[in-house]
């Protein structure tokens, strides 16, 4: 019998230096994609999944995001005496429960594998998932979460979980890409995997997404790994040794993945989010279709 998904990690240390200036004083993960943080649609998904205690390993000038997943008297109180109630509302989804969510530091910049170690003790002998805060999921229409798919898989299945999505074959030495086995029911079972595998010699054109569900064993790995691709601790490379004795299934997710840890990326995200919102969804479709017929018309011949 498999044991339930309870706990979450999200690594949020990094220093965003793909987008800057922006992250020069504010954290990326609190940069608004549309009307919300970025981080809020990943606890968003990581909720919609069942999770129940969500582990931040922070860097210094984080704070932010804890007070975000705060309350905020004052703000409330105020909105209150004003009778605001609508927008008291729309701060429900920024509280985390009382002891649901730990943060922990991560002193040094030693990569993603390093990150995750460092949550050993909050997780414990669990296995949980793992959600890269740069990358928000916005499912198909009917379609389930990411995190919601993979953990339906980890019930079937077991094991450790990866999501992927397809990529075009000439972009797959970009990523992290898994080589496929046998077809389940729920997914397929991973054979491999490679990190930004040389040009023309993928084991397949699925990428590997930033969500997962990974077993408990992958922190004693991570304890004694070497450093790997860019002097860091590399979580792939702890996922190809734990799969020397455990197995790995991958979740293809039904939906688009945006990078919001690079700039395009997060133009694109802020844009297909205000397009998907129930209340501004209409009015922004407009507005971006304004602005296109504007640079179309100040474009050069």
């Not at 077993?215 to 790994?225: G, K, N, V």
């Not at 969804?281 to 279709?289: C, P």
């Amino acid at each position: 019998m498999t044991r339930k998904i309870r706990k979450a990690i999200l690594p949020v240390a990094g220093f965003g230096t793909r987008v800057l200036p922006a992250t020069k004083a504010v954290p990326k993960e609190m940069l608004a994609v549309f009307d919300r943080p970025a981080i809020q649609y990943v606890v968003d998904e990581a909720r919609a999944a069942g999770i129940e205690h969500i582990v931040f390993v922070t860097g210094r000038n984080k704070s932010a995001i804890e007070d975000y997943f705060d309350v905020a008297y004052e703000l409330e109180e105020s909105l209150r005496a004003k009778s605001k109630t609508a927008l008291i509302e729309d701060l429900r989804p920024t509280r985390l429960e009382a002891g649901a969510a730990s943060f922990v530091r991560q002193q040094e910049p030693k990569g993603l594998g390093h990150a995750v170690w460092c949550a050993r003790d909050i997780i414990g002998d669990e296995p949980f998932a793992l959600l890269l805060p740069d990358m928000i999921m916005l499912p198909d229409a009917n379609a389930p979460g990411c995190l919601e798919a993979m953990i339906a898989a980890h019930a079937a299945h077991g094991g450790n979980i990866i999501g992927v999505n397809a990529v075009a074959p000439e972009f797959a030495h970009l990523y992290g890409i898994v080589a496929v086995g046998a077809k389940k029911d729920i997914g397929f079972e991973i054979s491999g995997m490679v990190e930004k595998p040389p040009a023309g010699t993928a084991p397949s054109n699925l990428y590997i997404n930033g969500r997962y569900v990974l077993q408990p064993e992958i922190f004693d790995i991570l304890a004694t790994q070497e450093r790997g691709a860019g002097g860091e601790i590399q979580i792939t490379d702890g996922m190809r040794k734990l799969m020397s004795w455990q197995p790995f299934h991958g979740v293809e997710f039904q939906g688009r993945v945006y990078d919001c840890g690079d700039k395009i990326g997060y133009l694109r995200a802020t844009a297909a989010l205000a397009m998907a919102n129930a209340a501004y969804g209409a009015d922004a479709v407009a507005a971006l279709q304004d602005e296109l017929a504007i640079a179309a018309r100040h474009r050069p011949a």
